[in-house]
């Protein structure tokens, strides 16, 4: 009843995108899997599939205010994001029992540079275990309509191919969205779409300031040197992808953690749930420190050692486990810089734990 109610009002203002849509449905059951490009993914797919859909959704959801009663209604099976979850995979199998649809993104996350690049052998080993259809949604084009880390949408079409592939098989799930513009040359035009870019650029790629990158209407600005690109409406920032245009981000970061051994989040939200039940702990506001062996929040200690699961949730949210707790960091700018520097140095912690000399 709820899914014929929402189906009815939500379904007409969906399909008035522009969208273009190729291929054809089996009937129930079947899993249908898709490419994740953006927060609409599952809105738009529902509204042109016939049938209700049970969605695999980040649990994060559930705990919203709005949105948590809505997709609880609906019967959404939640997954603990970038973690293995029986219960998640439970559920989908009692779906399908059922005679159901379920809907799932593998890859768990949008992904901040609009490139897919594939799924954890965890889902490769649900998929070998159906016994039923599985229906590939290959998403073109709403990464560039609206990407992860922009404040605003662009105007342009969204393209999707439903392919049905036989039972435990799995698609390819490689796909990006400049490789796929560079084919098309696709416009998408917007006044506005440069502005939020600083959540993926830390450094100035000319002259290598740190945070002094800010996006203003189309142009990607430097409050340091003053140097200036421009995103067309292609989505190119001078003639660059967004994976060439941030090569020496990931270099630049690791060369400022080593003359810099404390980085400092003054102001972020922060909440502590118990793990797995969610159950809230704790809540408070201020600083968060990164330094070269873990995160100080709240007086507590995280070694990097210690910490599992690190993701974020759409852009501004960063979370990862520790134990029993399930630590959350709510930043307008900055979930995706703590998520690279607690990689990072995660990545440090490992190559220093491997050294023979501490064996």
């Known amino acids: 009843m709820l899914w014929r109610l929402g189906k009815r009002v939500l379904a007409p203002y969906f399909l008035s995108f522009p969208l273009e849509v190729e291929g054809e449905l089996p009937p129930p059951p079947f899993l249908l899997v898709a490419n994740h490009l953006s927060a609409l993914d599952p809105f738009l797919i529902d509204a042109l599939v016939p049938y209700p859909i049970v969605w695999v959704a980040n649990r994060l959801i559930f705990e919203h205010p709005f949105l948590g009663p809505l997709i609880r209604a609906v019967g959404a099976i939640p997954k603990r994001k970038a973690l293995p979850d029986c219960r998640a995979v439970r559920g989908i199998f009692r779906v399908l029992e059922r005679g159901g649809v379920v809907g799932l993104f593998p890859e768990g996350g949008i992904p901040w540079n609009g490139v897919n690049r594939g799924v954890t052998p965890a889902t490769e080993k649900l998929l070998a275990r159906l016994q039923v259809p599985v229906v590939f949604a290959h998403i073109q084009g709403a990464w560039m309509r609206k990407p992860l880390w922009a404040d605003h949408s662009r105007r342009g079409p969204v393209f999707i191919r439903f392919t049905l592939t036989a039972c435990g098989s799995l ?189």
């Open 171 to 359: 698609p390819s799930f490689w796909h990006s969205e400049w490789e796929w513009q560079k084919r098309h040359r696709i416009s998408f035009q917007g006044e506005r779409r440069a502005e939020g870019i600083e959540r993926v650029v830390f450094f100035c790629p000319a002259c290598g300031r740190f945070r002094s990158i800010i996006g203003k209407g189309n142009e990607v600005l430097c409050l340091s040197c003053h140097r200036k690109w421009t995103i067309d409406a292609y989505g190119f920032i001078d003639g660059l992808t967004q994976e060439e245009f941030t090569a020496n981000q990931e270099s630049l970061l690791g060369a400022f953690c080593e003359h810099t051994p404390e980085i400092v989040f003054p102001k972020v939200l922060v909440t502590e749930r118990t793990y797995p039940g969610g159950a809230l702990r704790s809540f408070s506001f201020g600083p968060v420190v990164v330094n070269r062996e873990g995160l100080l929040v709240r007086g507590k200690f995280f070694p990097f050692s210690e910490i599992r699961g690190e993701n974020t949730f759409l852009k501004k949210v960063f979370e990862y486990t520790s134990g029993r707790h399930l630590i959350r960091f709510h930043l307008e700018k900055d979930a995706f810089l703590l998520l690279s520097l607690v990689r990072l140095r995660k990545g440090d912690v490992v190559r220093c734990l491997s050294s023979p000399s501490l064996r």
